[in-house]
């Protein structure tokens, strides 16, 4: 019986996974958008500018550089899988960005009578989430830690300042923003350094 050649075998290859793509560290963007913007912002609660009409250079910061780049930051951190660095990021960019259109879109129309109200519990909500950011930021480095903490009173004091209608404690408030402010800068500026030059350059405890 004539039978037909076999077909020549064809050898089975499994196909390469993909190479993992690499993605930079975006804590220090996102610590140096909120950094920057939480500066500007405490430098008028704090009273160091009484011309209140100039706070309004706050509102493109925390538009665009505290809000969109911060969130942005949260999002890679997703694809990293930092769940507490995308949370954070995530939250304070969406806060910024709150604020801007609180600020901007809200106030105004707000009764001049309670609007302390209005704001001090907007500010209240954010220190009870903040609050429980800092436990978990207990895990972290001594910067980290700072930053937390700092913001925590930074919120209280604020918030409490606006729903006693109490001037001295939106001061403190703005202090404690501002050395929030600069723990954020610093582990901002620490983590960028010691990743570039690929060693430990600056400490964070």
Sequence with gaps: MFHAPAAPAVPVTTPAAPAAVAVANPGPLGLAAFALTTFVLSVFNSGLVSNTALSAVVLPLALFYGGLAQFAAGLFEFRRGNTFGATAFVSYGAFWMAFAGYVKFVVPGLPKEDAHLATGLFLIAWFVFTLYM????????????????????????????????????????????????????????????????????????
């Design 134 to 205: 800092t436990v978990a930021a207990l895990k972290l480095d001594l910067a980290h830690r700072a930053v937390f903490v700092t913001l925590t009173l930074t919120f209280l004091f604020l918030a409490l300042g606006d729903l006693a209608q109490n001037v001295t404690l939106g001061h403190v408030g703005g202090w404690l923003g501002l050395v929030c402010a600069v723990c954020a800068w610093y582990t901002s500026f620490a983590t960028v350094t010691n990743e570039t030059w690929g060693r430990k350059v600056l400490p964070l405890g």
